[in-house]
């Protein structure tokens, strides 16, 4: 009986050591900026009568979507509405999370929600119920089923994306010699395989790779030289090396690396810059999607073979996100609206009830150090 | 007679099988997989090898005495996070590394005592720290650390023995080569085995059972602060996701190379094939002309083939030898 009652003791001592420790180990890695502002917004309610937009990244913590938050953060201030911002820790970027986040702003009755899926048709039944309880839904970044939301701000369209990455391939690939006499072999990275996005402009980049203008870029074998880690960065690591490993400039080698994901693109780099005996960077090119932040070192440095990266205005594209949603509700656009006087941004158009908003970025070693995301 | 026969048996272990069996894989891949056998190739296997195996070499301990860590991937996640958070002050990797093997020790010894003192099973215990680590992990950043300075990629970018061999395989090799002897001659070793086989009687026989766990973990906590140091320095970016699943390769690594879950038995240079037969089969089905979607199930058939032979030796072994050793005693 002591015995027993001495190790339910132990036992709660243990639990307090657990819970001390985490705590301590809070206050030790709390370094992004981020972090203060995060986590304690949920709890603003209505209760001041200003109107409440909700936003679901696919997952938090990552310097895409939070230079997304910050555009999206401005345009709230500037409307004056209370945003709340959640989403799946990284680790966890699945629908079943996202759907959990969204049950809880239904019940709250958010005024409006602008979410980015992971997947677009699992998500569809919980954004056709937030849309049955007045929720205005708005997708941003990847899009959803066309029935289960109102609009969505596309941040570029599948076919400049795809294009957008290829023309950046393309004129490494011709300045290091390779042309219609000479063809060169692509490999894309991908991400999970679901994501709308990544599927949209995988087609887009095959469609234009049977132009004239492109065909001398091949993807040879479909099986091997499309990659689909996932978000699992140690995996996205791993698979990249073997990638870089199969580079040069040898006909059943790969000469120029895409990456679609904004976490496959900087591994490309970061495992270029590792590998032992690293591939003829004449003969090779790195490019693909992420923020500048993220390939800054790697397109500085004159020996890696990343020169270009491609994106769009990450913090734009949130305060746009925010106007839609903001002036849908209100009832100064509707989804059939054909244009939106969007704040500083001008004049977006609507077009199919979606919203573009723009052309893609594409930088280099003479700007990259202008964009702080 | 018997002798000579016991003799031929003895080199006929597992880990022997298991080195035919990775020999064959090796030679096909000459064969067949073009391009496998460059340097660069190699090097980023054995990058990969060099951080799953000094992991698994801490797992490894922890199974021979019977528990078991869920936890490891989570953990490592923490401490990649944590040394980015004092790596991105720019401090060098000496200070780093052994940042990173305390932060691994403590960690993991909140797991060791917590089994030892609560007689939680292990499985129940880690996956409870599992989730505590987890947790915490999303409330210290949001997601991830970037922007790392050169420090702070230094093992991964420049550290380079002879400009080719990557200072994990180093790393990677000191370790395994005192695992070795470790396990084969230290007196600490022998309890393991001891508490593995049998609880109860190693308490019996003098052996403080739960020291000696907690120690077991805090040495696996070190060994997975240096593996997550190699996982975190191998980029610039350090997001909460880096260990994720490192937990099951490791376990996968340690019973594919002979180390029974029931604890007790097991050899160190089993887990090191078995960890090297695991990390070739992503890039090598690769470089076959196989997606690289099949990894994991092609991983998980190795794994179930040779549990599965396992099993069927162990039945065999237990008809033969298993006589009791008094008789044999009297006998004499």
């Known amino acids: ?373 | 007679m018997v002798q000579e026969k016991k003799r031929t048996a003895s080199f006929l272990t597992k880990e022997f099988y298991l080195a035919i069996f990775l020999l064959a894989v090796l030679i096909f891949l000459w064969i067949f997989a073009k391009g496998f056998y460059t340097i660069n190739n190699i090097m980023s296997i054995l990058n990969t090898y060099s951080y799953t195996l000094i992991a698994a070499i801490g797992m490894n301990m922890i199974i021979i005495t019977s528990n078991i860590d869920v936890s490891t991937g989570a953990l490592v996640s923490v401490v990649c996070l944590a040394s980015a958070a004092i790596g991105k002050l720019g401090l060098p990797f000496p200070v780093l590394l052994p940042a990173a093997m305390v932060m691994g020790i403590i960690l993991s010894t909140i797991n060791g005592l917590f089994i030892t003192k609560t007689k939680i099973p292990a499985i129940v215990a880690t996956l409870a720290t599992t989730q505590i680590f987890q947790g915490v992990l999303p409330l210290t950043t949001e997601g991830s650390i970037y922007d790392l300075p050169a420090t702070f990629t230094w093992l991964a970018f420049e550290a380079k023995l002879f400009g080719i061999v990557p200072a994990s395989v180093l790393m990677c090799l000191i370790i395994t080569v005192i695992a070795l002897f470790f396990m084969k001659y230290s007196r600490f070793s022998k309890k393991l085995y001891a508490i593995g086989n049998n609880q109860h009687s190693a308490r019996l026989a003098g052996i403080n059972v739960e020291k000696t766990i907690v120690i077991t973990y805090a040495i696996a906590g070190a060994l997975f602060g240096v593996t997550a140091i190699i996982i975190a320095t191998a980029g610039q970016r350090v997001t909460t996701t880096m260990g994720s699943g490192l937990e099951m390769t490791l376990i996968a690594s340690v019973i594919l190379g002979g180390t029974s879950t029931a604890g007790g038995s097991g050899k160190v240079i089993g887990t090191v094939i078995g960890a090297l037969i695991l990390c070739i089969v992503s890039p090598a089905i690769n470089y076959l002309g196989i997606s690289p979607n099949w990894s994991d199930a092609i991983k998980g058939a190795i794994i179930m083939i040779s549990v599965v032979v396992g099993a069927f030796q162990q039945v065999k072994k237990k008809r033969v030898i298993q006589i009791p050793k008094e008789v044999l005693n009297n006998g004499k």
């Not at chain 1, 709660?12 to 900026?33: F, R």
């Not at chain 1, 294009?163 to 991400?191: F, H, Q």
Request: one cysteine or more; proline letters at 3%.
């Open chain 1, 1 to 373: 009986m002591k015995k027993k009652l001495l190790q339910k003791i132990i036992a709660a001592a243990m639990v307090c050591i657990l819970m001390v420790a985490a705590v301590a180990g809070c206050s030790k890695t709390e370094t992004t900026p981020q972090g203060e502002q995060g986590g304690k917004e949920t709890t603003g309610g209505k209760s001041d009568g200003k109107l409440v937009i909700a936003m679901l990244p696919k997952f938090k913590g990552e310097n895409y979507f939070d230079a997304c938050k910050v555009g999206a953060q401005e345009a709230a201030d500037e409307l004056g509405i209370t945003l709340l911002y959640d989403g799946p820790p990284q680790d966890q970027a699945t629908n079943q999370k996202q759907v959990d986040i969204l049950e809880g702003w239904i019940a709250q009755k958010v005024d409006a929600i602008i979410v980015s899926p992971n997947d677009p048709t699992a998500i569809a039944p919980t954004l056709k119920k937030a849309q049955e309880a007045g929720i205005k839904v708005i997708t941003f970044d990847a899009d959803a089923q066309k029935d289960a939301r109102d609009l969505f701000v596309n941040q570029i369209t599948a076919d400049a994306a795809g294009k957008g990455l290829l023309e950046a391939a393309a004129r490494e690939l011709k300045a290091k010699g390779y042309g219609a006499d000479k063809k060169a072999n692509i490999a894309l990275v991908s991400g999970s395989g679901t994501d709308a996005n990544q599927t949209a402009w995988e087609a887009a980049i095959e469609k234009y790779l049977a132009t004239d203008e492109y065909n001398f870029m091949v993807i040879k074998n479909r099986e091997t030289d499309v990659y689909y880690p996932g978000t699992d960065e140690t995996k996205v690591n791993a698979e990249c090396a073997t990638l870089i490993s199969r580079m040069g400039p040898g006909e059943d080698q790969i000469q120029a690396a895409i990456g679609l994901s904004s976490m496959a693109t900087p591994a490309l780099g970061a495992q270029y810059q590792s590998a032992s005996q690293k591939p003829d960077a004449n003969a090779i090119t790195l490019t693909g999607l992420a923020t500048p932040n993220a390939l800054k070192t790697y397109i500085k440095d004159e020996e890696n073979p990343m020169n270009v990266g491609m994106l769009w205005n990450c913090m734009d594209l949130g305060y746009l996100a925010v106007q839609v949603a903001y002036q849908l509700k209100n009832g100064d656009i509707t989804t059939e609206s054909t244009s939106i006087n969007a704040g500083r941004l001008g004049t977006k158009e609507i077009v199919d009830r979606e919203c573009v908003l723009g052309d893609a970025l594409i930088f280099d070693k003479t700007n990259v150090d202008n964009f702080n995301y």
